[in-house]
T-cell receptor, first 115, second 110 residues
Framework: NAGVMQNPRHLVRRRGQEARLRCSPM?????VYWYRQLPEEGLKFMVYLQKENIIDESGMPKERFSAEFPKEGPSILRIQQVVRGDSAAYFC?????????????FGSGTRLTVV | DAKTTQPTSMDCAEGRAANLPCNHSTISGNEYVYWYRQIHSQGPQYIIHGLKNNETNEMASLIITEDRKSSTLILPHATLRDTAVYYC???????????FGKGTLLTVNP
């Protein structure tokens, strides 16, 4: 039973390029969450999605960032026109329900470096 | 969300019990205490959670004081692989946003 799969593990982009981060939740999980961890800081909530719906994107920057979780396929976090400040580790988590009572399962993250 | 306070770092000898404290003096009645850990370069790993009763699983034990203002995570026999940052989080059971602080860096020494 594979856990939460994120790819790529490492991504290098030049300033102005687009970054696409993928997350496949655990089998049977329909709730996906994205968190960002800047260097030397704790994880910060970005967005919560269910299949085909964005439930809460209050932690997403207003510009350049978007997320989707289509009916088929992985969840995608997309960052357009990346800047150096976007360099961070991006973690995806999934759960069975929309509560945290059961603990989230996190992926290993995508480390984005903007050069 | 209740604010939690944890020591910045702790050391523990391999094979001994590691006791990680957490203060959450403003926790409300419906907020759970969760513990996660993050081993270097990996995603956070869920360890345990509780509301007011002590809890135990295969990884750890969670001791919550009667007034719920503090708790202790116990790793009964720490190994080198338990070296990680441990996060104590107080959140409502229906709140899906986990608020991660700086956590405690536990270093298990041989």
């Amino acid at each position: 039973n594979a856990g939460v799969m994120q790819n790529p593990r490492h991504l290098v982009r030049r300033r102005g390029q687009e970054a696409r981060l993928r997350c496949s939740p655990m089998k049977g999980h329909s709730h996906v969450y994205w968190y960002r961890q800047l260097p030397e800081e704790g994880l910060k909530f970005m967005v919560y999605l269910q299949k085909e719906n964005i439930i809460d994107e209050s932690g997403m920057p207003k510009e350049r960032f978007s997320a989707e979780f289509p009916k088929e396929g992985p969840s995608i976090l997309r960052i357009q026109q990346v800047v150096r400040g976007d360099s961070a580790a991006y973690f995806c988590a999934s759960s069975l329900r929309d509560t945290s009572n059961y603990g989230y399962t996190f992926g290993s993250g995508t480390r984005l470096t903007v050069v | 969300d209740a604010k939690t306070t944890q020591p910045t770092s702790m050391d523990c000898a391999e094979g001994r019990a590691a006791n990680l404290p957490c203060n959450h003096s403003t926790i409300s009645g419906n907020e759970y205490v969760y513990w996660y850990r993050q081993i270097h370069s990996q995603g956070p790993q869920y360890i345990i959670h509780g509301l007011k009763n002590n809890e135990t699983n295969e990884m750890a034990s969670l001791i919550i004081t009667e007034d719920r203002k503090s708790s202790t995570l116990i790793l009964p026999h720490a190994t080198l692989r338990d070296t990680a940052v441990y996060y104590c989080i107080a959140e409502g059971g229906s709140n899906y946003k986990l608020t991660f602080g700086k956590g405690t860096l536990l270093t298990v020494n041989p």
